[in-house]
């Protein structure tokens, strides 16, 4: 069964205006010495940040344990200096130039990037997928590229930025594009093709290692998995498990017959660099308000028809992977309380940054299911 892991990135912020603290250093020195918690906990580029990096996992409700238990003891260190801790792509609000956690290398990026840091504020959500090969990684990540916009209207979660409404979904998406290498890789020859490639980015820009390569998905330098970046942190502890879940099916799905693997590699050469980037910013705008870019149409198609068609694609690989009914109640989720980005605007527009406080906190812990999205579930997938 495919291995998986999970890396979330979670942000400190102040009760009533929701400004990031740095308090990071703080809350992993004292993580770091929780047995359960020591090898999994991470500083962060920003200083308000900390991350979770997860074991590697072959079941979904392993994962599901050790995902909502490091959000409630994060949540529960955070309580106990004052402030709250949110997984959100930007923070509502923030300073005009954040605080860099004091590593040679963090700093040495902010040296070649500048004034870019000053809006790199943003956290996201990080799925590893294990990978036979790095041939084997080269098809999937090819597989995967016209994809890419569905996946960053789903996970879409960074509406607000500096105390505004963005209008866009995943504002995250936005500030990224200003690094050398973001948004989504080209397609690639084979695993030699793409090592190659990639060296030869080195020192140009600001790419001062391999791993400040940023596209949305990419192989891992370190790992044998290939890592989809796309997704914006996410609130809940729900969707995260449902994005991982749709990352594990679709390695599955790409590598498991040879003639999966040939049409996905026609299906991604007849998708131009261009019309992929243009249509990642119509879904960092949309979201899953409106039409997303569906590889199967060879356009722009209503939202949850793309994600209906998505989901029933993948459907042999997660019912084999035992990831078809959390898939199917995360459908019917999104249907029904909307992504994200859509749950941050509703709750700015109630009641402003006290309101939308209270959401940040609230999603921390897990949702429990409504009536609404069982009956909805119910008629997704059979």
């Known amino acids: ?47 308000s940040q900390i991350e979770h990096a997860s074991a590697v996992f072959d079941r979904m409700d392993v994962a599901r344990t050790a995902v909502t238990g490091f959000r409630r003891v994060v949540t529960d260190q955070a309580a106990d200096l004052g402030v709250i801790v949110a997984s959100v792509g930007t923070p509502p609000d923030t300073t005009p130039f954040p605080s860099i956690t004091d590593t040679e290398r963090y700093q040495r990026i902010v040296r070649s990037m500048d004034a870019v840091i000053a809006d790199h504020q943003v956290s996201g959500l990080h799925v590893h997928v294990g990978i036979p090969s790095r041939e084997a ?13 569905l996946f960053t209207a789903i996970s879409s979660n960074s509406p607000m930025w500096r105390g505004q409404d963005t209008g866009h979904d995943s504002w995250r998406t936005v500030l990224l594009r200003r690094w050398t290498t973001s948004g989504c890789p080209p397609s690639f020859i ?23 390569i940023m596209w949305d998905v990419r192989l891992s330098e370190h790992l044998p998995t290939i890592e989809f970046r796309v997704a914006d942190a996410q609130l809940d502890a729900e969707t ?6 749709l990352c594990r099916a679709f390695v599955a799905h790409s590598l ?28 960092a705008h949309h979201g899953m308000r409106q039409q997303v870019f569906d590889p199967l149409v060879g356009g722009l198609a209503p939202a949850a028809e793309c994600l209906d068609r998505f989901v029933r694609m993948l459907e042999p690989a997660l019912e084999e992977l035992g990831d078809a009914a ?49 009956a909805a579930a119910e008629a997704i997938l059979g």
């Open 190 to 212: 084979d695993a030699a093709d793409y090592d190659r490639r990639i060296v030869r980015l080195l020192g140009i820009g600001g790419t001062v290692d391999l791993g400040v």
């Open 1 to 47: 069964m495919a291995t998986f892991g999970i890396e979330e990135e979670f942000q400190f912020l102040t009760p009533d205006t929701l400004f990031p603290v740095d308090v990071g250093d703080e809350v992993f020195a004292r993580l770091s010495v929780l047995p359960a918690w020591r090898e999994v906990t991470h500083r962060e580029f920003l200083a």
């Open 256 to 283: 498991a017959v040879p003639s999966a693997r040939y049409a996905a590699a026609r299906a991604s050469a007849q998708m131009p660099s261009e019309l992929l980037s243009a249509a990642l910013l119509h879904s």
């Open 240 to 245: 995260t498990l449902f994005i991982a879940a």
């Open 137 to 149: 990684g080269v098809i999937v990540l090819n597989a995967v590229r016209p994809w890419l916009p």
């Open 326 to 374: 959390l898939a199917r109640e995360a459908v019917a989720r999104l249907r029904v309380d909307g992504t994200g980005a859509a749950r941050q605007r509703a709750a700015f527009q109630r009641g402003g940054p006290p309101e939308l406080g209270r959401v940040l906190t609230a999603s921390m812990s897990p949702r429990q299911t409504s009536e609404r999205v069982t």
